[in-house]
């Protein structure tokens, strides 16, 4: 098994994470780009925060497929790869996770070339937004022929022209980063370069969940190997987001 963890400078509780994953899977290969200029410490990889975390997704699929990497192994039969953004450890109930991650590695089809993800249900009335699509902070490829059918969607994702978006897009953009209520949305304080940016990785994680069908990548749900677990997770990271929301509000109107 190899995991690829894409984090952005120094965060607290990454070491503990880290430690924590590596419990729960002694002989996986764990790789960390971190995409902070000029931050990465001797046992992670510079990144270079070229299209933020995906580019080091893209980053992690290249790693995990050069000859180096899989001399003698045949096409397929090397996997599951996890790729996990920082934040799994922290907006998200990170053992849980790492619970529900196990139970899937050891019933997940080895031969099935899929996405398993945090699949997100926000409605089809846009073009932009489709429906399903995968939480891009999370991804578990079976085998090595989902990986590069994987990096084949980055590739394209990446390799596209920044199009011009729907005022409906634009608008729901706006009210998730700036929510008129504290019981939805991000609810963080976000100065005009840190909207762009993220207004940019939402329709970057939109897109990604319309590509990687045309390339023969079903996304899937991680629910699939455990369906109450996985609904305790969503319910337990709402209320984890949910939290960090009433802080960050409260703070601001103080």
């Not at 729960?24 to 780009?33: H, L």
Request: proline share 6%.
């Amino acid at each position: 098994m190899k995991i690829g963890i894409v984090t952005y400078g120094s965060l607290t509780g990454l070491d503990l994470g880290i430690n924590a994953m590596k419990r729960k899977f002694p002989t996986a290969d764990v790789s960390v780009i971190n995409n902070k200029p000029g931050d990465a410490t001797v046992n992670q990889i510079q990144g270079n925060n070229n299209n933020f975390e995906f580019g080091a997704y893209l980053d992690l699929v290249k790693l995990w497929s050069s000859p180096e990497q899989n001399s003698g192994v045949t096409p397929g039969g090397i996997g599951p790869f996890l790729i996990v953004n920082d934040t799994l450890f922290q907006t998200h109930y990170t053992k849980g996770w790492l619970d529900m991650v196990g139970r899937s590695v050891a019933n997940c089809p080895t031969e099935k070339v899929a996405v398993y993800g945090d699949i997100r249900r926000d409605g089809s009335s846009l073009e932009e937004r489709p429906d399903p699509f995968l939480a891009s902070w999370f991804f578990l490829l079976p085998n090595q022929l989902a990986l590069s059918q994987f990096g084949l969607s980055l590739e394209h994702l990446l390799a596209e022209s920044p199009p011009q978006l729907s005022p409906g897009y634009l608008d729901f953009i706006q009210n998730w980063l700036q929510p008129k209520s504290m019981w939805r949305g991000w609810q963080g304080v976000l100065n005009p370069s840190e909207k762009d940016r993220k207004t940019r990785c939402i329709y970057l994680e939109h897109r990604l969940s319309k590509l990687m069908p045309i390339n023969n990548l079903p996304i899937t749900s991680i629910g699939e190997f455990g369906v109450n677990q996985y609904r305790t997770l969503r319910v337990m990271d709402r209320i984890r987001t949910r939290i960090k929301a009433w802080m960050g509000y409260f703070n601001r109107i103080d």
